[in-house]
């Protein structure tokens, strides 16, 4: 049987766990193994024997917000196993915990001699990823000290400290060095006949700079409770469509799985707060963007997340004063880390701002928010943080000087500083990449739909006529130039971007519904685009793909050349149903509902874009982050687009 990874999160933190529930450290594949708290590995192994030997799965690890499974000592049919072993495991804030019960099979006393090796490498989440890099580490140092009940895993270098701390109760008999830096803490069991044996193991991580007094939970048991708790939370006052229980369903697994990538973030005025993280695993922290989408998809069912990610972001905003290029004053941050190779600056996501539309979308969220709840107060707070993001994009963006936001590939950062972000999103039909300055064409759209909705929120709620008139006519210029610039006659559709010379950069894509969702397109160019992408080089039965089969530069398994986004889709959904395409807006929420009907009801990351014609299933994006945060509020925005129909 393969080993799968079976994923647990509570906030920033997040184990990943095999069938039998261990943790083998092993570097590589497309998911990390171990416990991880706020980007780095908090526990690298975690692996129990029996005897001696790797006991065998009766009941492997399920999906679920607790990892359980039955494991036996390994024997032979006329042998039955001496014992059976209960795993229960969860997560909780910095923390995680175990359950281990031993059952005795045998009407006589049974000796079993357990032990589990646990380590500590204290990894950064970049050195696991799939691109190889390593990054020199001078002066680190390791260190381990046994304790009456456990054990204490140390890393150090330079400033940066973190600790692991590992107790169990009852205490184990002996804690055994291995040869290898990891420690395995060991148990002698006596067993009464027919009787039962308990351990309770009990992990408790604190990364760099983390004060705050936390305690492990009790038990498993004790974490479930906890997040039952917060996931009412969020369900609270919505009313799921009684006629349509598939997207009910979608819509409270979404909700589930928000209440637990919920991570702490800072406000302007040192403020605790809560925000969206992007997914599980590689994403467990605050990006920009995709706060923002997830907060507009609930905003509507629950505002709370959308307050608190306006001000965790204006409280992350650039002023200018030193740092990246990037970090121009007004830009709203793309990514926040807080690992070790941020600190020391080995990576530059610390603080990242590579992104020409988080700034945007900050400004369509505060204007959403406002209409919405009619709650004026945070509009009032965030006014400076406002005007100054809006002078981003007319200043820096590019909206004045280029007429439309701009940005370049980021060297040692990200390429494409759109929502496609990967090397070879934007590109020509034939897969051929631009160079230089890059106009993305959904940008523009947030752009259009930023100037409108802050020019709102100037005249109803700062009484500035003269400032939201100015932002009303640079919206209408902005819609002008566009459809002048990118409206690809012979294809009567918009062009994916223009190349920093006007080229229009020719590649069909589903950008394009970002636009009708904004409002940038007139009515008669909006349904002629609504229209297209529903045939069936776009619709794949599951989505709209993110390219349009056909073209060179298609690939079914790429991330952002023809695999099928739910949050993407979502967005389009939205956009028909502004433009009164409401049965192709329908056409799209049914595929993804039913994808998510397939998929447990819950949405991934992203599907592969193979058609629902070759493949009665979706087929799963290998790389896909399974719980995440837009994809998790996306049914909620079709409940928005088509209602319970």
Not at 120 to 141: I, N, P
């Amino acid at each position: 049987m393969t080993d799968r990874r079976h994923l647990l999160v509570h906030g920033a933190t997040f184990a990943a766990v095999g069938d039998r529930g261990d943790i083998s450290g092993v570097r590589g594949g497309g998911s990390p193994d171990g416990l991880f708290v706020r980007d780095a590995r908090h526990l690298s192994r975690w692996q129990l024997t029996v005897d001696g030997a790797v006991p065998e799965v009766l009941a492997p690890v399920a999906d679920g917000d607790t990892a359980r499974c039955v494991l036996v000592p390994r024997g032979g049919r006329q042998e039955p196993p001496a014992c059976t072993l209960f795993r229960e495991q969860a997560v909780g804030d910095s923390s995680f915990v175990e359950s281990l019960r031993v059952t005795g099979n045998r009407p006589v006393p049974t000796v079993v001699r357990l032990a589990l090796t646990v380590d500590a490498d204290f990894t950064d989440q970049f050195e696991l990823r799939s691109d190889h890099r390593t990054y020199v580490k001078a002066g680190a140092v390791r260190s381990r000290e046994v304790l009456d009940d456990g054990v204490e895993f140390t890393y150090r270098r330079a400033d940066w400290h973190s600790v692991t701390t590992i107790t169990a109760d009852p205490a184990p008999d002996a804690v055994e060095e291995t040869g290898t830096g990891a420690r395995r803490l060991v148990w002698t069991l006596g067993l009464e006949p027919q009787g039962t044996a308990e351990l309770v193991l009990r992990v408790m991580a604190r990364p760099h700079g983390d004060r705050r007094a936390l305690r492990v939970p009790r038990s498993p048991a004790s974490v479930n409770e906890r997040l039952v708790a917060a996931e009412g939370g969020f369900m609270e006052g919505v009313a799921f469509p009684t006629g349509w229980p598939e997207l009910a369903a979608a819509c409270a697994r979404g909700l589930a799985d928000l209440a637990a990538l919920q991570v702490p973030a800072t406000g302007p005025d040192g403020e605790e707060l809560r925000v969206p993280a992007a997914g599980a695993p590689w994403f467990l922290t605050l990006l920009g963007r995709d706060a923002l989408l997830t907060s507009l998809f609930t905003l509507p069912y629950h505002p709370r997340p959308a307050a608190a990610t306006l001000l965790a972001l204006a409280a992350a905003q650039a002023t200018g004063a030193g740092g990246s290029p990037l970090a121009q004053p007004g830009k709203i941050v793309h990514e926040v880390r807080h690992g070790e190779l941020a600190h020391f600056g080995q990576v530059p996501f610390g603080r990242y701002y590579g992104s020409v539309d988080a700034t945007p979308l900050f400004l369509v969220l505060l204007g959403a928010y406002t209409e919405v709840t009619g709650d004026t107060g945070l509009a009032r707070r965030l006014e400076p943080h406002a005007r100054a993001a809006t002078g981003w994009m007319l200043d820096h963006g590019g909206l004045t000087t280029r007429g439309y936001l701009v940005y370049r590939a980021d060297e040692g950062g990200l390429a494409n500083q759109n929502w496609k972000d990967s090397p070879g999103a934007i590109c020509w039909a034939d897969g051929t990449r631009p160079t230089g300055a890059v106009m993305a064409a959904g940008a523009q759209g947030y752009a259009y739909d930023a100037l409108r909705r802050t020019a709102y929120v100037a005249r109803a709620v700062w009484g500035d006529d003269t400032y939201a008139a100015l932002l009303e006519q640079a919206a209408a210029d902005l819609r002008d130039r566009f459809q002048r610039d990118f409206w690809m006659r012979e294809h009567s559709f918009p062009a994916l971007a223009l190349d920093g010379t006007g080229r229009q950069v020719d590649a069909l894509a589903s950008d394009a519904g970002h636009l009708l969702w904004s409002g940038l397109l007139d009515k008669e160019y909006g349904e002629a685009v609504g229209r297209r992408l529903l045939e069936p080089d776009f619709f794949s039965g599951w989505g709209v793909r993110t390219l349009a089969s056909g073209q060179p530069a298609y690939h079914p398994l790429s991330y952002h050349r023809g695999s099928v986004w739910p949050h993407d889709n979502a967005l389009i959904t939205l956009g028909l149903a502004r433009y009164g395409l409401h049965d192709e807006a329908r056409t799209v929420a049914h595929a993804l509902v039913e994808a998510a009907t397939a998929t447990g009801h819950r949405l991934p990351e992203v599907l592969a874009g193979y058609g629902r014609d070759t493949h009665p299933e979706p087929v799963p994006y290998p790389h896909a982050c399974v719980r995440e945060s837009r994809s998790a509020a996306a049914p909620l925005a079709l409940l928005t687009a088509v209602g319970g129909a």
